[in-house]
């Protein structure tokens, strides 16, 4: 089976634009979670998502969402960018207990 | 509130030799326990897992215990191997709130040949 895949790998903005962040699940697989990597924060849960609904949030502002389609694939979206938004963004599908991880989108903002 | 501790920021080890990373948690909720290892500019690569009604799960190299009294897990590799050198984090999460993982910060593994 395919990995999970992430669309951009690599992205750079500037502060107030918004961005898309595309992840295709493993085939089959139905949970979606998403996640931000940053030097200071580490790796920090944004939110999950299972057959197009969120059924998992984390502490992020509501400038981060994100939504999941029929297909189990997954868009996040983080509008009105920040500085402090830069950060490798971890896309992980799941089928029961086991995550795994995408390559993952490195965001830049300027 | 860190959840999840890796209180060994690095570690290194002699090629054929054990390394032993440890993981502290604070939430007794926490049912569910994994070791993921990562390499840079790339997402976490799943090693292995254990639940919190086991004290022990092994799969070739790797073993991971479980010490639910201490809160306590470790990653045992052995033999270590060169290739083995990355960050290796540890990551819990309670079942029942589905698929949300609390990660430590991680070790730096470094398996010298």
């Known amino acids: 089976k395919a990995g999970v895949t992430q669309t951009p790998r690599y992205l750079i903005k500037t502060r107030g634009q918004q961005v898309t962040l595309s992840c295709s699940p493993i085939?089959?697989?139905?949970?979606v979670s998403w996640y931000q990597q940053t030097p200071g924060q580490g790796l920090q849960f944004l939110f999950e998502?299972?057959?197009?609904?969120?059924?998992n949030k984390g502490n992020f502002p509501g400038r981060f969402s994100g939504r999941q389609f029929s297909n189990s694939r997954s868009e996040m979206n983080v509008s009105t960018l920040e500085l402090g938004d830069s950060a490798l963004y971890l896309c992980?599908?799941?089928?029961?207990?086991?995550?795994?991880f995408g390559p993952g989108t490195r965001l830049t903002v300027l | 509130d860190q959840q999840v501790k890796q209180n060994s920021p690095s570690l290194s080890v002699q090629e054929g030799r054990i390394s032993i990373l440890n993981c502290d948690y604070t939430?007794?909720?926490?049912?569910?326990f994994l070791w993921y290892k990562k390499y840079p500019a790339e997402g976490p690569t799943f090693l292995i897992s254990?639940?919190?009604?086991?004290d022990k799960n092994e799969d070739g190299r790797f073993t991971v215990f479980l010490n639910k009294s201490a809160k306590h897990l470790s990653l045992h590799i052995v033999p270590s191997q060169p290739g083995d050198s990355a960050v290796y984090f540890c990551?819990?999460?309670?079942?029942?709130?589905?698929?949300?993982?609390?990660f430590g910060a991680g070790t730096i593994l470094r398996v010298k040949s």
């Open positions: 992980a599908s799941s089928e029961v207990d086991e995550q795994f």
């Open positions: 085939s089959g697989h139905r949970s």
């Open positions: 998502y299972f057959s197009e609904t969120q059924r």
């Open positions: 939430n007794s909720m926490f049912d569910y």
């Open positions: 254990i639940s919190s009604i086991k």
């Open positions: 990551a819990a999460s309670r079942k029942e709130y589905g698929n949300k993982l609390v």
